[in-house]
């Protein structure tokens, strides 16, 4: 079903694993988002995202869920939610349906620090 391959392509994201995380992504995806210490409002290509997750070897301990998943025809969104000791982030990820298979086209996010 739909619901099931939208949220196997959030698991892939939510997996923190920089190769499963780019089979997740549109080549073309960006990571938009406000830098919390600075208000400057930032825009990433989502390469450049990946490469950061696939360079960092260090993990940290998390908390991850999908908070909401909503599907209309070709087009979704999904909300996740992440809680690390210091930080809680709300992902959100508009995603399309290309050729069949569900990728996230653009990522936008809130961190709000403990």
Sequence with gaps: TDDAAVRACLQDYMSGDGNRMEKAFHTSATMKYIDVKTGEFKDVPIAEFIA?????????ERKIEIVSVNIEGTAAAGKIRIETDKTVLYDYMN??????EWKIVSKIFSRIDK
Excluded: D, E, P, S
């Design 52 to 60: 950061r997750v696939k360079a960092n070897t260090t993990k940290q």
């Design 95 to 100: 995603m399309l349906k290309i050729n069949n």
